[in-house]
T-cell receptor, first 113, second 111 residues
Framework: DADVTQTPRNRITKTGKRIMLECSQT?????MYWYRQDPGLGLQLIYY???????NKGEISDGYSVSRQAQAKFSLSLESAIPNQTALYFCATSSGELGGGYTFGSGTRLTVV | DAKTTQPPSMDCAEGRAANLPCNHSTISGNEYVYWYRQIHSQGPQYIIH???NNETNEMASLIITEDRKSSTLILPHATLRDTAVYYC????????????FGKGTLLTVNP
């Protein structure tokens, strides 16, 4: 099983619909992250959580919300999807150790029509 | 985060060493240099990191200049599967660092 699992892998939704992307990790790490990637660009941080009771906005949080249900689970919601939220979404986890790396999931490809 | 500068693209012949440069002239004394790669639309993959000394692991070597203003990621024997975008990242924030991705270098390994 993958260390970081994202569901769904692909999703097409209509403008105005609410959608939730889910992420779970088996690394036992406290820290989790949601990133967005637009074609040809680097990843941008949407939200991050350093532990279950800690939620922080990243660079591009408008239009998104998150829920940290447990140490292992971190969900991203689009309350009312719009076409410019069409992108590749990645979840990641890290230990928080200085010098420690991030482990990323395989991504969710979201299309808003 | 310290600003990093990487060439937008590079080519390498299969079996040869790939040397990917990164400039980070504003790096602070306690900031690490991280390298990640992203193979076409997959999740980024951690490669290596370093602070001052050169580092080597099973994937690559990282050479950091003595003044720490630049570094080079070396893939000793590039294969076609190493074709990817390589990101050099120098995050601030100590143990609370968050990765910020630029556009990276697209390395194309040619047969």
């Amino acid at each position: 099983d993958a260390d970081v699992t994202q569901t769904p892998r692909n999703r097409i939704t209509k403008t105005g619909k609410r959608i939730m992307l889910e992420c779970s990790q088996t690394k036992g790490h406290d820290r989790m992250y949601w990133y967005r990637q637009d074609p040809g660009l680097g990843l941008q941080l949407i939200y991050y959580s350093f532990d279950v009771k800690d939620i922080n906005k990243g660079e591009i949080s408008d239009g998104y919300s998150v829920s940290r249900q447990a140490q292992a689970k971190f969900s991203l919601s689009l309350e009312s999807a719009i076409p410019n939220q069409t992108a590749l979404y990645f979840c990641a986890t890290s230990s928080g150790e200085l010098g420690g790396g991030y482990t990323f999931g395989s991504g969710t490809r979201l299309t808003v029509v | 985060d310290a600003k990093t500068t990487q060439p937008p693209s590079m080519d390498c012949a299969e079996g040869r060493a790939a040397n990917l440069p990164c400039n980070h002239s504003t790096i602070s004394g306690n900031e690490y240099v991280y390298w990640y790669r992203q193979i076409h639309s997959q999740g980024p993959q951690y490669i290596i990191h370093g602070l001052k000394n050169n580092e080597t692991n099973e994937m690559a070597s990282l050479i950091i200049t003595e003044d720490r203003k630049s570094s080079t990621l070396i893939l000793p024997h590039a294969t076609l599967r190493d074709t990817a975008v390589y990101y050099c990242i120098v995050p601030s924030g100590g143990s609370n660092y968050k990765l910020t991705f630029g556009k990276g270098t697209l390395l194309t390994v040619n047969p």
